[in-house]
C-alpha cells in the first residue's frame, strides 16, 4: 500500500465527492477512481457507498478516517515526498469581518510558512461553506451553538470613535453622549454587522444621531477624513487606518466585542490547517 492512495482517500472522503477531490489535487476523476477501488481491493471492503455518481463515507471508511488522518501529520512532519497538493494544501479562512484579512496580509510570514486563503461573505455562508468542507476555519462574532462546529475564542475588541482631527475640540479626551448626539454616524451598507452593531451601541448610549451610509470601507473613511461623520470602528480597525488625519476616541460606555473560531467537528484538521490555527491565534490574540 503506498502512501500516495491513502492520500487520495483522505482528499475524497473530505468531500465525498471524486470531482472535488481531484480539483484540489490536481489529478484526473478517473485516476482517483483508480486509485480507490485499488485500496479498497487491498484492504477487502469497500470504503465508500456509491448512490449512483455520488459517495458517500461508509461505517469502515469511517473507522478508519482518523488513523489515515494521524498518517498524513506524521508524514508531513518527517517530510514523506507527498504530492504538492497534499504537502502544500490551500488552506481556506472565511471571516465576516474585512480588517481580519487586511491585518494578516500587513503580517509577515515565516519562511516556509502555510499561507491561508481568506474570503469575506455573509456569516450565513461561510458557516453553510465550512458544513461542505469548502472552508477550513471561519471568523466570526457569532455564537453559533451546533455540535458540528468546534469555536474557540480568536480575540475580544474594543468598539471607538474615529472621527477626522479636524473635528476634534482643543484638549478633548473623551465625548459626552450629548456631543456624541451632535454627530452624523456613518454606516457601511456592504457591511450588515457593522450596521447593527452601530445601531446598538447608539441604544446603549441612549442617542439617537443622524445615520449616513456610504457603500464600503473606503467611502467611510473617506467622510471621516473629510468631517462628514463619525464611525465606530474596532481596535483591529485602528491599527489599519491611517492615523495622521483620524484619531480615535473611548466611547463614554465600554463596549467590547468577541471574535470567534471555528472549525468543523467532523473532519480532523490536517497538519497545515493545524499551523495556520497557530497563526491566526498568535496573530489576533490580545489586540486590545
Same mark, same amino acid.
Request: charge should be negative.
Given at each position: 500500500?503506498?502512501?500516495?492512495?491513502?492520500?487520495?482517500?483522505?482528499?475524497?472522503?473530505?468531500?465525498?465527492?471524486?470531482?472535488?477531490?481531484?480539483? @484540489?489535487?490536481?489529478?484526473?476523476?478517473?485516476?482517483?477512481?483508480?486509485?480507490?477501488?485499488?485500496? @479498497?481491493?487491498?484492504?477487502?471492503?469497500?470504503?465508500?457507498?456509491?448512490?449512483?455518481?455520488?459517495?458517500?463515507?461508509?461505517?469502515?471508511?469511517?473507522?478508519?478516517?482518523?488513523?489515515?488522518?494521524?498518517?498524513?501529520?506524521?508524514?508531513?512532519?518527517?517530510?514523506?515526498?507527498?504530492?504538492?497538493?497534499?504537502?502544500?494544501?490551500?488552506?481556506?479562512?472565511?471571516?465576516?469581518?474585512?480588517?481580519?484579512?487586511?491585518?494578516?496580509?500587513?503580517?509577515?510570514?515565516?519562511?516556509?510558512?502555510?499561507?491561508?486563503?481568506?474570503?469575506?461573505?455573509?456569516?450565513?455562508?461561510?458557516?453553510?461553506?465550512?458544513?461542505?468542507?469548502?472552508?477550513?476555519?471561519?471568523?466570526?462574532?457569532?455564537?453559533?451553538?451546533?455540535?458540528?462546529?468546534?469555536?474557540?475564542?480568536?480575540?475580544?475588541?474594543?468598539?471607538?470613535?474615529?472621527?477626522?482631527?479636524?473635528?476634534?475640540?482643543?484638549?478633548?479626551?473623551?465625548?459626552?453622549?450629548?456631543?456624541?448626539? @451632535?454627530?452624523?454616524?456613518?454606516?457601511?451598507?456592504?457591511?450588515?454587522?457593522?450596521?447593527?452593531?452601530?445601531?446598538?451601541?447608539?441604544?446603549?448610549?441612549?442617542?439617537?444621531?443622524?445615520?449616513?451610509?456610504?457603500?464600503?470601507?473606503?467611502?467611510?473613511?473617506?467622510?471621516?477624513?473629510?468631517?462628514?461623520?463619525?464611525?465606530?470602528?474596532?481596535?483591529?480597525?485602528?491599527?489599519?487606518?491611517?492615523?495622521?488625519?483620524?484619531?480615535?476616541?473611548?466611547?463614554?460606555?465600554?463596549?467590547?466585542?468577541?471574535?470567534?473560531?471555528?472549525?468543523?467537528?467532523?473532519?480532523?484538521?490536517?497538519?497545515?490547517?493545524?499551523?495556520?490555527?497557530?497563526?491566526?491565534?498568535?496573530?489576533?490574540?490580545?489586540?486590545?
Amino acid at each position: 500500500m503506498i502512501i500516495e492512495k491513502l492520500e487520495y482517500f483522505y482528499v475524497i472522503a473530505k468531500y465525498n465527492s471524486l470531482s472535488k477531490a481531484a480539483e @484540489e489535487l490536481h489529478v484526473s476523476i478517473s485516476s482517483l477512481s483508480t486509485a480507490l477501488k485499488s485500496l @479498497e481491493n487491498e484492504l477487502g471492503y469497500p470504503l465508500f457507498n456509491r448512490i449512483g455518481r455520488r459517495l458517500q463515507l461508509n461505517k469502515q471508511g469511517q473507522s478508519i478516517l482518523p488513523s489515515i488522518s494521524k498518517i498524513m501529520i506524521e508524514a508531513q512532519k518527517i517530510q514523506l515526498p507527498l504530492c504538492d497538493s497534499i504537502t502544500n494544501p490551500t488552506i481556506k479562512v472565511g471571516t465576516s469581518s474585512s480588517s481580519f484579512i487586511f491585518k494578516y496580509q500587513q503580517s509577515t510570514p515565516c519562511y516556509n510558512q502555510t499561507i491561508p486563503r481568506f474570503s469575506y461573505d455573509s456569516t450565513l455562508t461561510l458557516f453553510n461553506q465550512l458544513l461542505q468542507h469548502d472552508l477550513d476555519f471561519v471568523i466570526s462574532s457569532s455564537i453559533v451553538d451546533s455540535s458540528e462546529f468546534d469555536q474557540q475564542l480568536l480575540t475580544t475588541l474594543d468598539f471607538k470613535i474615529a472621527i477626522s482631527r479636524k473635528q476634534v475640540p482643543s484638549n478633548e479626551q473623551v465625548f459626552s453622549t450629548q456631543e456624541l448626539n @451632535e454627530f452624523s454616524f456613518l454606516l457601511m451598507s456592504d457591511h450588515p454587522s457593522h450596521c447593527e452593531t452601530t445601531h446598538r451601541i447608539a441604544d446603549l448610549l441612549k442617542i439617537k444621531p443622524h445615520y449616513v451610509y456610504c457603500p464600503d470601507s473606503l467611502g467611510l473613511y473617506k467622510l471621516i477624513d473629510s468631517g462628514q461623520g463619525v464611525a465606530l470602528l474596532t481596535s483591529l480597525e485602528q491599527e489599519l487606518l491611517d492615523t495622521h488625519s483620524v484619531e480615535f476616541f473611548p466611547l463614554p460606555i465600554p463596549y467590547t466585542i468577541n471574535f470567534y473560531l471555528y472549525q468543523s467537528s467532523q473532519w480532523p484538521l490536517s497538519f497545515q490547517a493545524l499551523e495556520v490555527k497557530k497563526q491566526l491565534l498568535s496573530l489576533f490574540c490580545n489586540q486590545n
